[in-house]
């Protein structure tokens, strides 16, 4: 069972969070940002954390996940600090 499924917030509406609680998305673009800074592709991610494949990838598109994947999810990336500098 996948959280609600309410409209996405407009762009900005979250703020800095990775992870709305109220729709059980991530927001796509931090979350890539994060795996690339720590030099995983989605597909390594979801084998060196024990993620479900697919459930990555849905958190990748914006689509809500269950709480377990986004527990594992943050579990994950705390994993492995980053290792790129950020650039903005």
Known sequence: MTSPTRP???RGAQGNLLWDAG???FDPIRLRL???LREWTAGSFAVDT???RSS???ALQG???RDRTAIAIMHGLGQREPR???LE
């Open 8 to 10: 996405a917030p407009p």
């Open 23 to 25: 729709t059980g998305r």
């Open 34 to 36: 994060a795996l690339v």
């Open 50 to 52: 024990g993620c479900g």
């Open 56 to 58: 990555v990838y849905k």
């Open 63 to 65: 689509q809500g996940v």
């Open 84 to 86: 790129l500098p950020r």
